[in-house]
């Protein structure tokens, strides 16, 4: 069955870093756009990075360029996000998203907490 596990969440200092792993099974890695959401109470799920399946395209949230980057081995079957510079702000449980258009397809991992407090 798909399976999208993430890892790597955790407490960080201001001004830290962490890296999230999501490793996917059960379909087709290579031909999804792998993206990292993140939410936090009361607020809706908002987009933080994605990258495509083809060419490896990349979008960024505003809040986020320059600080995060997201990449993905698809030998691996898995898709990083690396945070540096942590801010207070970035706190929020963390999910991975594998999407694709034709046929249209969505899944979801179960999120990961990051917490950036001193």
């Known amino acids: 069955q798909v399976q999208l596990v993430e890892s790597g969440g955790g407490l960080v200092q201001p001004g830290g870093s962490l890296r999230l792993s999501c490793a996917a099974s059960?379909?087709?890695?290579?031909?999804?756009?792998m993206s990292w959401y993140r939410q936090t109470p009361g607020k809706e799920r908002e987009l933080v990075a994605a990258?495509?399946?083809?060419?490896?395209?990349?979008n960024y949230a505003d809040s986020v360029k320059g600080r995060f980057t997201i990449s993905r081995d698809n030998a691996k079957n898995t898709v990083y996000l690396q945070m540096n510079s942590l801010k207070a702000e970035d706190t929020a449980v963390y999910y991975c998203?594998?999407?694709?258009?034709?046929?249209?397809?969505?899944?979801w991992g179960k999120g990961t907490l990051v917490t950036v407090s001193s």
């Open positions: 998203k594998a999407d694709r258009s034709y046929p249209a397809m969505v899944y």
């Open positions: 990258m495509s399946s083809v060419g490896g395209s990349t």
């Open positions: 059960g379909f087709t890695f290579s031909r999804y756009t």
